[in-house]
């Protein structure tokens, strides 16, 4: 060859060398643009080859599938193809040199090597089934109190679209999630529930239908909330605890005081009697706590365990105060009982105490005190009357009993 020849072989060598860098050779030939939020896919090629593939998994990919991919204007946080940092608040800037493309199996979610350390990928809006793709985009760290709910793949309606890419789920709907229809049953529908399921009636007649709700296990209400009414004419502390005894819904609120009340009076000897399922709970107007006039009222059927102590009469703590009226007690103060006060009358004091009160104030509160040993009781004659209504021989031998004096002399008759 001439050396003029071979010296023009050798320039368009270099030339074609210089032009394949310089448009980026084979290295960034498969490169998958991001505009908008859409892919653009080469003409008649792919977005993968088969010898270089733009995810950096294990997994396939396919290039094929453009439909699922994230909409800029729809997603929570999607590909972003501007120069700027992605300024979406609690969002981490990406510093990358462009969205990486990835793709994930819907069915377990988005894995931890598809992207980038430190990102996740973000499909389009209803991929939710089947192999999906989507873009790389960084984890979110907070997000702002915006309400702007939508519903996420997992069923669970999001507060905003920044909320569910936080919790790393792909938003199946703009939208809160739908509540689901409940089926009907009772009244004339004729239907009944599955197993496992409750016919909750709002109504008390016949003719009230209601809809299945799952049934309620011992145990599993919560404390507090809405008392609610039943059809049996009981309270009930919530809507829960009513579905749980299988009662029919009355109205909301506590049902209202009986008009036919039969009055009562507690006093030092007894108590009056009261119709059964009910007892006799005092006034909060009387001038001595756990002693007084009162009224019949009904046992509550269902407590639940909100703590709000209440010192009953007998000198025992109750958690609320209608565990202290299921007990069948009136309350003696809020909170706490104190170890040394107590009511005469009442089971307060240790087995081998009493309550001591001035003479002839039955029924009063007073502190615990020792009874005195067997031996106090001598024959001396001087009898007294017990607050119990029982003569004794003298005085100490009242306090053996454990008894407060009423009055001096025997009890009349």
Aim: hydrophobic share 30%; proline share 8%.
């Amino acid at each position: 060859m001439h050396r003029q020849s071979r010296v023009s072989f050798f320039v368009l060598v270099l030339i074609a060398c210089c032009s394949l860098v310089a448009c980026g050779g084979t290295e960034n030939a498969n490169f998958i643009p991001i505009v908008a939020g859409e892919i653009s896919l080469p003409t008649g090629d792919t977005a993968v080859s088969s010898g270089d593939t733009a995810v950096d998994d294990a997994d396939e990919f396919d290039s094929h599938d453009t439909h699922a991919v994230v909409d800029a204007t729809q997603d929570a946080g999607a590909a972003d193809t501007s120069t700027a940092p992605d300024t979406t608040v609690g969002d981490v800037p990406d510093t990358s040199t462009g969205p990486k493309p990835c793709a994930f199996d819907a069915a377990t979610g988005p894995k931890p090597k598809t992207c980038p350390s430190g990102q996740f990928c973000v499909a389009a809006i209803g991929a939710c089934t089947g192999w999906v793709s989507g873009t790389c985009k960084p984890a979110i760290v907070s997000c702002p109190a915006l309400q702007q709910p939508v519903c996420g793949c997992d069923g669970k309606t999001y507060a905003n679209p920044c909320e569910a890419q936080k919790a790393v789920v792909t938003i199946k709907l703009g939208s809160a999630c739908p509540k689901p229809q409940l089926a009907v049953c009772a009244g004339n529908t004729g239907k009944t529930c599955k197993a496992g399921e409750h016919c909750d009636i709002d109504g008390c007649e016949k003719t009230d239908a209601g809809v299945c709700v799952p049934a309620v296990a011992q145990g599993a209400c919560p404390n507090g909330g809405q008392p609610e009414c039943g059809c049996d004419d009981n309270t009930y502390p919530n809507g829960c605890f009513r579905r749980q005894a299988n009662v029919s819904k009355k109205h909301a609120g506590a049902c209202p005081d009986d008009p036919t009340t039969v009055q009562c009076k507690v006093g030092p000897i007894k108590p009056a009697l009261c119709p059964t399922g009910t007892f006799c709970q005092v006034f909060d107007t009387n001038p001595i706590a756990c002693v007084g006039d009162g009224e019949c009222v009904k046992l509550p059927v269902v407590c639940d365990a909100t703590n709000k102590p209440v010192c009953g009469c007998n000198g025992k703590t109750y958690t609320n105060a209608c565990l202290l009226a299921q007990a069948q007690q009136n309350s003696k103060n809020t909170g706490q009982c104190s170890a040394s006060t107590c009511t005469e009358g009442q089971a307060g004091c240790a087995a081998n105490a009493y309550c001591a009160v001035p003479q002839g104030q039955c029924g009063i509160q007073g502190i615990c005190i020792s009874k005195p040993p067997a031996t106090a009781c001598t024959g001396v004659i001087d009898p007294v009357c017990g607050c119990d209504n029982k003569t004794y021989t003298n005085p100490s031998c009242a306090a053996v009993q454990g008894v407060v004096i009423k009055s001096k002399g025997a009890c009349g008759p």
